[in-house]
Each structure stands twice: as C-alpha cells, then as structure tokens.
C-alpha cells in the first residue's frame, strides 16, 4: 500500500479523543485503529508486536547484520483527533497539482489564499482536505502512515543497512495524556523521534510548557425585581475573569515561542457558570507566572464577590522537550542533515553523479563505483521527493543540459 492509500485508509477510523472521559483511552474507537495497526505492523513482518491494556502499540524492526551494537532509534505518532471537532465520516477530497488558488472545501466552506496564505507554499502539490464539516485527521495519522510506510519498505530493502528500530503508536496526546501510561523501559529506545504534523521541511526540538485551568464560578440567583446588592450572575463574574486576563496574551495576537492564554470552553447560567483554559509558554517561569496571575484574579473577584465565587483548578500537561534534548543534541543535526539534504534542495538544482569511482550507492556499498549506478541514484531519490523515475530522470537530464549549455 502506498503512502497517500494508507493515509486514506487511518483517516476512515474516528478516533477523537475525550478530554472529559475518566478511562484510558478515553474514547473506545481509538483501540479500533490500534488493533488494525498490530495486525498490520504483524502482516509486514515486524516483530515484538504488542498491544497493552492502555491502547499502546508497540513494534520491532531487527537491526541489519553487523549493526545490531547501533542504538536503538524510535518513532513514535499519536492516533487520536482533537475533540473539537468531529472525526467521523471523514470526506477527503484529494487535490492533485494544487494550482495555487482558494480551496472549495464543501457547499459555503473555502479556504482562501488571502486568509491562509501559506497555501501558496503547496502550489504544485498533493493536497488531501475534508468537506469542511470534521477534521481530516492528518494530525498525527499522516504520521502513522509515514512511519508504517517507511519500515514496510525497509522490510522489502533488506540491503539497506539500519539498527534496530521500535516504533510506537499512542492514545489521547491531543488532550495531554498521551504518554500517561507509556512504558518506556518497554519500548528500550535509547532515543526517538515523534512524526507529527507540520510544514515540509520542518524540525522541531522544543515545545509550549503546558498546563490546563478550569475556573469555576457559584453565583446567586435572585429574582430580577428585588435583585440589588443581592445577585451575583455568575457569567458576569466569568465575563470580568475573562477581561481581567492580558488581552494580547490569546493565540489571536501571539507568534512562535510566544506564550498565551486560550479560552476552549465556556458555559453557565446566573448561578454557576465555568471557564476552561489550555496555558501554554515556552519559558518554564514564564508559565508559572501565568498560572500565578489566573489565581490573582480569582483571588480579586474572591474579595469583590465574597470568598468561594471563583474556584480554580490547575493541571500541568507537559514540559517543553529542549531540556532533554540538549545533552543529545546530535539527534537535532542528524535530522536536520537528512531533511535538507534530501527533500529541500529544489529539484531544478539536481543533477545526479555518483563519485566514482568511490562511495558505491546500495548494495554495491565496498565495490567499485561506476557511472552505471546513477540508476540507483535516481531510483533513491525518486522515493525521497514523491516522483517516479522517470520525472526524476527527466528533470534531472533537463538540469544537466542547463547546467552544461548543451
């Protein structure tokens, strides 16, 4: 199965994901494209291929002779949707040669240019989007798809020579539990990569600290005619902590590694109403500070309204990854090597030689090279960038003429 098929074939399955369910998974469907994964992952030829009780799919791809002493590199992608918006009955819509222009997603739902205007950046590429009514489900189940694909094509290229590799595929990261009960000694990696979503080309080594608040407010309701100096509308209060928080501190106003305050939900009536928040920052005492200021206001509104309005509940997720990473740091650069050597070199700047007569491509590896195992080259990179070998062949005989003035 080729990459695009098995992408559309993940995203058939809904698997959104709860954030208010106490089990884990805490949704039963994503323990249906779990088992699909362990029967697939076992068909390829894996091995060690488990499935635990919390959903977590775990998988062996052995070390190539004489490698086996190589560290252990893992992949890891996360299978569930976020809950805000549904993920069942997924209508893809595949675009092929994207012309660059707004993108009708269903009947009064387009995305345009001038809104998005990273969209120019896919001119010329394979677009796959929904009808505008449910998520797609790329993040992270493109990722799955690459990293189900990538050792399906290292099984069939046994000449290739790797260590050994464990992939890994996990419940519920898009409401901050995804690794809640991940057993990492059982997965033995000495390091990882997590395969998400994001644009072509893009390395990602740090991450938002993370925490969640939920802001609950008791009011007291009085009838309307005798109401002063005696009701307390709890979505009033809401609406002054809401107005207390820094206004240019929200996802609407905030960049890169800048921090914010994102309101997700809101509900209530006069008597009790409630906020719920995600807080994110890369800075760990940026965060804190943020988690402090929430408690201040609560803490005013508390002496405006009397003791016991404002309630607040404060849940960190996650830390920002760079910290780990540091140490390791060779990681970042023997990823970032791979990405730019491979996939960011515009294809009008290719020309294909093959060192001869050293550095014979695989499996010539240790023999004598010669020119012709530039097949080899073009068969390579015609996996790399998406292209058959004869665009590869074709774009890179037309480069060559260019380069020589022939």
């Known amino acids: 199965m080729d990459l695009k098929d098995r992408f559309l074939k993940y995203v058939s399955f809904d698997t959104q994901a709860d954030e208010s369910s106490t089990s884990f998974p805490s949704t039963e469907k994503q323990l249906v494209l779990l088992r699909y ?3 697939e992952l076992e068909t390829i030829g894996l091995k060690e291929v488990t499935m635990d009780e919390y959903g977590y799919v775990m998988a062996t791809l052995p070390a190539t002779k004489g490698y086996e002493n190589a560290p252990v590199i893992g992949f890891i992608a996360h299978v ?3 809950p805000d918006m ?8 595949v675009v092929e040669n994207y012309d660059g222009r707004d993108i009708r997603l269903g009947d009064d739902c387009w995305l345009r240019v001038e809104e998005f ?8 590429h394979t677009l796959i989007h929904t009808d505008g009514t449910t998520l797609l489900g790329a993040d992270d189940k493109a990722g799955v798809a690459e990293i189900v694909t990538a050792v399906e094509w290292l099984v069939a290229h046994p000449e290739v020579p790797h260590g050994k590799i464990r992939v890994g595929f996990t419940p519920d990261e898009e409401i901050g539990r995804g690794v809640d009960f991940f057993d990492v000694k059982k997965f033995a990696a000495d390091f990882a990569y997590t395969m998400d979503g994001g644009m072509e080309g893009e390395l990602e080594y740090e991450n938002f600290n993370a925490a969640g608040a939920k802001i609950a407010i008791a009011g007291r309701n009085v009838h309307p005619g005798m109401a002063k100096n005696k009701m307390i509308n709890a979505i009033n209060v809401a609406m002054e902590f809401h107005a207390a928080l820094p206004v240019m501190d929200r996802p609407e106003h905030t960049q890169g590694r800048e921090g914010f305050y994102h309101l997700t939900g809101m509900g209530g009536d006069v008597s009790d109403a409630r906020l719920e928040y995600i807080l994110r920052d890369h800075d760990a005492v940026k965060l804190e500070v943020k988690k402090e200021t929430v408690l201040h206001i609560a803490d005013c509104l508390n002496e405006t309204y009397g003791s016991g309005t404002v309630s607040v509940q404060i849940q960190d997720n996650y830390q920002n990854m760079i910290e780990m990473i540091k140490p390791h740091f060779h990681l970042v650069e023997n990823a970032r090597k791979a990405i730019e050597t491979a996939a960011s070199i515009p294809l009008d700047r290719i020309v294909l030689e093959t060192d001869c007569p050293y550095m014979a491509p695989e499996p010539f590896r240790g023999k004598r090279n010669d020119p012709g195992k530039l097949c080899r080259m073009a068969e390579k990179l015609a996996e790399i960038r998406g292209l058959t070998v004869e665009e590869i062949h074709a774009i890179t005989v037309e480069n060559g003429k260019r380069l020589y003035r022939i």
Not at 86 to 93: C, D, E, Q, R, V
Not at 117 to 124: I, T, Y
């Open 37 to 39: 994964l362990k029967e």
């Open 80 to 82: 569930d949707t976020a």
């Open 86 to 93: 549904s993920g069942a009955n997924i209508k893809p819509h």
């Open 117 to 124: 205007p990273e969209l120019s950046f896919f001119k010329g």
